[in-house]
């Protein structure tokens, strides 16, 4: 009996009542349109006793079977995962137009931060903005960001701001937005020509919000915060970067579940709160301060308190972000 290979560019012509051996990954002959498993085939010298018979084109991939040619492979806003990629080798793709990751800067402010393994001495703490903001641009595979930081001073921080936006499409500066009388970063960022977009979001966490623009570069003055600088990012910062980066679904996604408690908001601001959402049920987590980032750590869900709901009772519903 003849056998054709993988790979093998030839055409057996069959006749009626003859069959070729055929492994998998082979061009099936012209003649022939059937391949039955040879766990299903008893052979006896050159004869073939068929024990299931099967249904016309079992098991054989026609050609176009995955796409037709002129089709178009993959749509603008399809996101080059590993499957992706591997389909587009698949089909002989080696270019594809894909959108330029933006440049970001992330630049830190405040007198009281030391860096992680530094002795802390008293009125300072550790500085974690800057690697919670790098791994949330990692995750959008931003890996290549510039990071800088100063102290609470005029002069080095409008210097510091002015370097990020020579080098960035995104710039995220942390702290010093307040109205504090070491608060520098608005005026630093006016002394730069950053035209202010918005200042100050009716919302908590991260109400002293900063946005401005200054030619093509966008920038972001969060809160410092920890809590209050991630959910700013994961709310405003967050759909401007996948925009940039042609996602077609750029906030993050949301949902509808039952309140596990008694939710009060009497505070007249949009509440961004962590919580635990399963089984259709959301649980407010402990530990909700603006400087506290366990309960972000533990979390799988923002749950959303709009500004004019002043109570949702055990049972409602309550809308939360999907982390």
Avoid at 220 to 245: D, H, M, T
Wanted: proline share 3%; with cysteine.
């Amino acid at each position: 009996m003849d056998e054709i290979q993988a790979g093998s560019a030839r055409n057996v012509s069959l006749k009626r009542g003859e069959a070729v051996r055929i492994f998998t990954g082979a061009r099936v002959p012209d003649s022939a349109d059937t391949v039955i498993m040879q766990e299903h085939v008893q052979r006896q010298g050159n004869q073939l006793n068929i024990k299931i018979l099967p249904h016309k084109y079992a098991n054989v991939r026609p050609i176009g079977e995955q796409i037709n040619a002129g089709e178009i492979a993959l749509t603008k806003g399809v996101e080059l995962n590993e499957a992706a990629i591997g389909f587009l080798a698949s089909i002989g793709a080696t270019r594809v137009n894909v959108y330029k990751r933006p440049k970001v800067s992330i630049l830190i402010t405040g007198n009281e931060l030391q860096q992680s393994g530094d002795q802390l001495e008293d009125g300072q703490v550790y500085e974690s903005n800057s690697i919670t903001l790098k791994m949330a641009l990692k995750r959008l595979g931003i890996n290549k960001v510039n990071t800088a930081m100063v102290g609470d001073d005029l002069a080095q921080t409008t210097e510091a701001i002015k370097k990020c936006i020579a080098q960035s499409d995104v710039v995220l500066i942390s702290g010093g937005i307040s109205v504090g009388d070491y608060d520098f970063v608005k005026q630093a960022l006016e002394a730069n020509g950053v035209s202010e977009v918005f200042y100050k979001v009716n919302q908590r966490p991260g109400k002293p919000l900063w946005f401005g623009v200054k030619d093509k570069t966008k920038v972001f003055a969060l809160p410092g915060n920890p809590a209050s600088s991630l959910s700013c990012f994961y709310i405003y910062v967050l759909p401007l970067l996948k925009a940039q980066l042609g996602h077609r679904d750029c906030h993050l996604p949301s949902g509808e579940a039952f309140a596990a408690d008694d939710i009060d908001n009497k505070s007249g601001k949009t509440l961004f709160l962590k919580g635990m959402v399963e089984n259709e049920q959301a649980t407010l987590l402990s530990g909700q301060a603006s400087s506290m980032l366990k309960s972000f750590a533990v979390c799988n869900a923002i749950l959303v308190i709009p500004s004019h709901v002043t109570f949702i009772k055990k049972g409602e519903k309550i809308t939360y972000l999907k982390l």
